[in-house]
């Protein structure tokens, strides 16, 4: 997984589920941060997170550009990601993974947040509720205003850690 400190390295991507065939990095940063949330419809640990991600996207896309990286077609990914309530546009990195191997994703699902100087800030693999509440806490920060509570908890149904 590319380190914190990294520069972020640039991509143009087919999209869906914002009304632009294709989207860049450069496009996703223009206006502030973007969160990379790196994804494969049969990963299990990505059925278990994404609803979290989805509801990350909610609180906090008026802020920070959020968008699901598919190792699957666009045809796959999105009625997949619509299922598990994960709303943001979704990027095609399916036609031999370039993205995710210039990103040096080992696993999924993996988060990666880039700064608007095109630098990455955070990442994270896998499934971890204090990261996930954490992930929650930085970008209410980024946004100006409050968290609006964890985004998982004891009862919630997902386990505290799995890796990816």
Known sequence: MIAPGSPAPKFVLPARGDGRDRLSLDELISSGPALLAF????????????????????RHGDAVSMVAVSQDPLDKARPWLDDV?????????????????????????????????GEVVASSEGWDRRRANAWDVELAELSGRPSAGPLSSDGDGRPPYRPG
Request: proline content about 8%; overall charge negative; glycine content about 6%.
């Open 85 to 117: 309530g994960f709303d943001a546009p979704v990027l095609d990195d399916s036609n031999g993974f370039a993205v995710s191997a210039a990103y040096d994703i080992d696993t999924v699902p993996t988060l990666v947040l880039v700064d608007r100087a």
């Open 39 to 58: 994804f494969k419809t049969s990963c299990p640990v990505c059925a278990l997170s994404f609803p979290v991600w989805g509801e990350l996207a909610r």
